[in-house]
């Protein structure tokens, strides 16, 4: 932009530059030729001095505001830029907190499991154990049992061999060789139920030991579990009150979000308005800035037909190319004029879809 203010500034001393070649030219002949006229052009130069230096003067102090208002769009950006980075930073912490809440959360949700975990298994040895207490005593009963049939079958058979004893000799011998036969079958039959009892014996015997070696694992196993849990019960207070802190900062976080976000919308707002407001004002500052030049121009041309009518012929007459040169130079300046006015909304409405993207 200075580097068209300064090519601006170029044409326009040359067009002065021009003017002045060929206004002295014009006044040189004059002077040969007509000498008579030089204090009246004298006169109208230095009269038009003082509106040259005012238009100057107001065209340096147009390039100054121009200066500044550029300077305030680069302080707004920078702000803009610095109103970003700070939600960045603000998204960055919340999430963080987001996760180390998570993270405690989730450490809190597995100790609560372990603990469950533990109490179920707790009552699964306590169930096991009333259920070997509860086996023990059904063999111990069932062992009574067989032992008082077996005293019983014994009295029965001692009973039988009383009540034959007082026989005759021959009834005797038979009495004798069936006892025999009988007592050895029945000896016999009772072996077979010994044999029967003492497996079954060794059998209870081996479980009642399987039962006991489960019995004192489990009671291990119950004493790890009680152990934990009160090792978790002294560390469900802290986690309870981490978890509450947590939520609580969570919260607060939230809110301070919310907050943020309420005043980046207002800063976002302020600055788009303040944009706009500058916007406007670099239109007002252009637009001075062209009628200036076009003053500038005109105060130039009734210069040159100022100097140009005290001549004594009734009509003005000026080069081609003086012409072409005006001409030429107040286009340019012109097309100059709305470029700049077109990159400056170009510009301002890139800004403004940045900013709504973001």
């Not at 060929?22 to 007509?34: D, S, T």
């Not at 004493?223 to 607060?252: C, H, I, Q, W, Y």
Request: proline share 1%.
């Amino acid at each position: 932009m200075d580097k068209r203010e300064f090519q601006n500034g170029r044409k326009v001393g040359a067009v002065k530059a021009a003017i002045d070649m060929y206004g002295g030219r014009a006044n040189q002949v004059q002077v040969i030729k007509k000498p008579q006229y030089d204090a009246s052009s004298n006169f109208e130069k230095t009269s038009k001095a003082p509106e040259l230096h005012v238009a100057t003067s107001r065209i340096s102090q147009i390039k100054a505001n121009r200066i500044t208002v550029a300077r305030e769009v680069e302080v707004l950006k920078r702000e803009h830029s610095k109103v970003k980075l700070e939600i960045k930073c603000a998204v960055r912490e919340k999430f963080m907190a987001e996760k180390e809440a998570d993270c405690a959360y989730l450490r809190l949700k597995s100790y609560m499991r372990s603990i469950q975990a533990r109490k179920e298994l707790a009552e699964i040895e306590a169930q096991r154990k009333e259920e070997t207490e509860r086996y023990s005593f059904l063999i111990e009963e069932s062992r009574k049992k067989i032992s008082a049939l077996r005293n019983e079958y014994e009295l029965n058979l001692i009973k039988e061999i009383d009540n034959k004893i007082y026989r005759s000799p021959k009834d005797e011998e038979e009495i004798g060789v069936a006892f025999g036969q009988k007592r050895f079958g029945g000896s016999k039959g009772v072996g077979v139920r010994r044999e029967r009892l003492r497996k079954w014996e060794l059998e209870n015997e081996l479980c009642i030991k399987k039962l006991k070696l489960k019995l004192i694992k489990a009671k291990d196993m119950l004493e790890g579990a009680r152990t934990s849990e009160d090792e978790a019960k002294l560390m469900l207070p802290s986690f309870s009150v981490t978890l509450e802190k947590l939520e609580k900062e969570k919260e607060e976080a939230r809110k301070e979000e919310g907050q943020l976000t309420n005043n980046i919308r207002a800063e976002i707002q302020k600055i788009k308005s303040e944009t706009n407001e500058n916007e406007k004002r670099l239109e007002a500052v252009i637009e001075e800035l062209e009628a200036l030049k076009l003053r500038e121009a005109n105060a130039l041309a009734e210069t040159v037909v100022r100097e140009k009518a005290s001549k004594k012929n009734s009509t003005i007459k000026i080069s081609k190319f003086e012409y072409e040169y005006l001409t030429g130079c107040a286009a340019k300046a012109r097309e100059l004029t709305d470029k700049k006015v077109t990159a400056a909304a170009n510009a301002w409405a890139e800004a403004w879809m940045a900013d709504e993207k973001e």
